[in-house]
């Protein structure tokens, strides 16, 4: 599956108002995030490197004690353990996240609630 059109996805509401497609290999996951106007996701932190891109919208965002509106185009990295939080504003928004290593949470989850076609890319 080296070609993704992520809209052939299942999405898996991961919050409320937070839906997700995540195309994953063995060393890479991606997620394609759709956040309804004023949904959140919450102060969190885990063991993976995340990166990301705003796509569409603004975008509240916290990562450790910094917080920004971005705008679309902004570009972000937040290092394994960091706090960090989401909130789209004055609309949805739309985030291409990037983790390293493949997340076991979201793995796990969308392959017990997605049908097997969407296998990790080996």
Known sequence: MPFINPRELPALEIL??????????QNLM???LEIDEGAEVPLHSHPHEQ?????QGRMELTIGDETRVCEAGSLFLI???VPHRARAV???AL???????VREDYAEWYNKYIPTQT???T
Not at 51 to 55: E, F, S, T
Not at 95 to 101: A, K
Request: charged share 15%; with cysteine.
């Open 90 to 92: 004055d609309g949805p």
């Open 51 to 55: 990166g990301g891109m705003l796509v």
């Open 95 to 101: 985030v291409l996240d990037v983790f390293s290593p």
């Open 119 to 121: 296998k990790p890319v």
């Open 16 to 25: 409320p108002g937070c839906r997700t497609r995540i195309p994953y290999g």
């Open 79 to 81: 290092p394994p353990n």
């Open 30 to 32: 991606l997620s394609y």
